[in-house]
């Protein structure tokens, strides 16, 4: 099985780190997001079993960090269920191959992800005309072909349920990607939104190299479909998360959440939505 997996032939270590690569935060007593360079990854532990898993897999060369990481938290040897993935971009599958095959677990993604994690369909070019910011300046050398996760991968089930997440749920948000989801639990209104939205200014690199924290939509460099990412977030918004955990950027919680996602829905073109791009008709 090792043999037939395999990252694209773009696959190479994107030189970029903020001052919060390294850190991890509890966000809630079961949620623990860590960032690996300029992106969160997110660990899921269940407090009745005491089986966890790792929601999305960093940027590329990072698989060492994250097992360390992993095994700080829960012990050595430590061996998450199952990875979720939020979708298949590069910096969210960076070190997936080299999990799986240290782990041995399976991976699921939504249908509409799977062309890009079975070799079948590369991903869109970046469009680095979206903004000034020098991180959409560099996108054009962010990896884009389609990876080979073999057997590893599966299609999250069709009933909304996420493997060993039981409260959760899985909400279709595309727009950043055709099969982009978002995690979300009634109970507390946690939320787990991936690039739906983010709380950092992605293209520009002194906001993601300060982490500088404010409401974003997602990524433009590499969003393809701006009428439904807008649709996602007025999606997200209507459930009133309590806390948010994005794929880059700070946790939100209360009253800052609710206000600023709040001002990304009545403000999406201005504070979203690119001038110019090649995506946007």
Request: aromatic share 10%; glycine share 8%; charged share 20%.
């Amino acid at each position: 099985m090792d043999k037939d997996l395999r990252y694209g032939e773009d696959y190479q270590f994107i030189p970029a780190t903020s001052v919060g690569s390294g850190i991890g935060i509890e966000v809630l007593a079961d949620l623990y997001q860590y960032t690996i360079q300029i992106v969160n990854i997110v660990l899921y532990s269940n407090p009745s079993t005491n089986e966890f898993v790792l929601i999305d897999a960093g940027m590329p060369k990072s698989a060492d960090e994250i097992i360390s990481v992993v095994e700080n938290r829960f012990g050595f040897n430590a061996r998450p269920k199952a990875i979720i993935l939020t979708h298949g971009h590069f910096d969210h599958v960076g070190g997936i191959i080299e999990l799986v095959k240290h782990w041995d677990i399976p991976v699921y993604a939504h249908p509409l992800e799977m062309p890009y994690l079975t070799g079948k369909q590369n991903y869109p070019a970046p469009d680095p005309t979206v903004d000034s910011g020098l991180v959409a300046k560099m996108s054009p050398i962010f990896p884009t072909e389609a990876i080979q996760l073999g057997n590893y991968i599966q299609a999250i089930p069709a009933d909304g349920t996420i493997p060993f997440m039981p409260d959760f749920r899985w909400i279709h948000t595309p727009g950043h990607a055709p099969g982009h989801i978002s995690l979300f639990r009634e109970s507390d209104r946690a939320l787990l939104a991936g690039d739906a939205f983010v709380t950092v200014k992605q293209e520009s690199l002194y906001k993601v190299l300060t982490q500088q924290k404010e409401i974003s939509g997602p990524p433009r460099y590499l969003t393809t479909d701006w009428q439904a990412a807008r649709a996602s977030i007025e999606k997200l918004e209507a459930l009133k998360p309590a806390v948010a955990i994005t794929g880059h950027g700070l946790p939100m919680k209360g009253m800052e959440l609710t206000e600023n996602l709040k001002k990304l829905v009545n403000n999406f073109e201005e504070i979203a939505l690119p001038n110019e791009g090649k995506y946007l008709n």
